[in-house]
């Protein structure tokens, strides 16, 4: 019988999933455990002889594999997938899945929800009211706290997929002017409204931008001191993607400096953030604790999709592989 093991799966154990449960059942035998399985060593401990592991991203290397003899078939819980040796389990004959659709309307509202806070000053108001009160607020409210007007502007996307996409459509009514630095030709970007320019471009053109890349050695530390120089001291910066996309201290210097006007980060590097990080104490910066994604629906849909890729696996059509 195949062996199944869930790692947080409180997401797979809410009254309204029993018939999603009793569905898994039928495909092998099911161990749910509560936690997240950060390292491999704790992964090892429950699950060394699952032939299905659903997992977050747990860093996995080919020396690992000894520990995992019958594995076959990885399922992550989320998009993400940089933190394993894809090559590796291929090699092996291990299928590596991700569930890239469950989470798109959340993170493009968050999106943009970061965004409005950051044009309104929203954060800061509402300390400066809890700390001095409602009059210090209102005696500099022009001075201190101008609210942006996105209407017209230029919003940049760094990478274009699904949510960029709906985060376009959910500001269709400003009137924004879009650009992408994206690996998808110019003629698909102008066919969804988007003008293609390279990165350089993206950052000096950009009034909003907004990082909607995946993570690869490629683009690690993307977002250097070099190009947020080029941004206009009026501009904002959100990252609701990965972490280590973005050079952090250069950003809180960034910030310091009024290179740009404000920052919102739903992801730091690493999580949780090191107490002395910088953008913790950073001028006109929003943080929110990785949870862009997090809805009651798209944990439902989560479980639904990393059933759907065990299910296709074992009918010989698998589905969302990374590998």
Not at 152 to 160: N, P
Request: with cysteine.
């Amino acid at each position: 019988m195949l062996q199944i093991a869930i790692f947080h799966s409180d997401r797979f154990t809410t009254p309204e999933l029993a018939p999603l449960r009793e569905q898994l059942a039928s495909l092998g035998k099911v161990s749910y455990f509560p936690f997240l399985a950060e390292t491999p060593e704790k992964l090892k401990q429950y699950a060394a002889g699952a032939d299905c592991i659903v997992m977050d991203d747990v860093p996995l290397t080919e020396d690992h594999l000894p520990d995992f003899p019958e594995l076959k078939l990885i399922s992550l819980l989320g998009t993400g997938f940089d933190t394993i040796d894809r090559e590796a389990m291929r090699r092996h004959g291990i299928t590596v899945c991700n569930t890239p659709n469950y989470g798109t309307e959340n993170v493009a509202q968050h999106t943009v929800a970061l965004l409005f806070a950051l044009a309104h000053r929203i954060g800061e108001q509402h300390h400066l009211i809890q700390s001095q009160g409602w009059p210090a607020v209102r005696a500099g409210i022009i001075e201190q706290f101008p609210i942006q007007e996105i209407q017209g502007k230029t919003f940049g996307f760094l990478s274009y997929g699904l949510i960029a996409r709906r985060v376009q459509e959910m500001l269709s009514g400003f009137q924004l002017r879009f650009i992408a630095s994206s690996s998808r030709s110019a003629n698909e970007l102008q066919e969804q409204g988007v003008e293609k320019v390279d990165l350089e471009t993206l950052f000096a053109s950009s009034d909003i931008l907004s990082i909607h890349s995946r993570s690869s050695p490629a683009n690690h530390l993307v977002v250097s001191a070099e190009l947020l120089a080029l941004m206009k001291p009026t501009s904002l910066l959100i990252n609701t993607a990965r972490g280590n996309l973005v050079d952090e201290q250069a950003l809180a210097t960034a910030l310091a400096n009024q290179q740009l006007a404000g920052a919102a980060l739903d992801v730091l590097s690493p999580e949780p953030p090191l107490p002395e990080s910088p953008l913790l104490s950073a001028p006109n910066c929003i943080l929110t604790p990785h949870i862009a994604w997090n809805s009651l629906p798209a944990c439902e849909r989560l479980a639904h999709e990393s059933y759907q890729n065990i299910k296709a696996f074992l009918e010989g059509s698998p589905q969302n592989v990374v590998n």
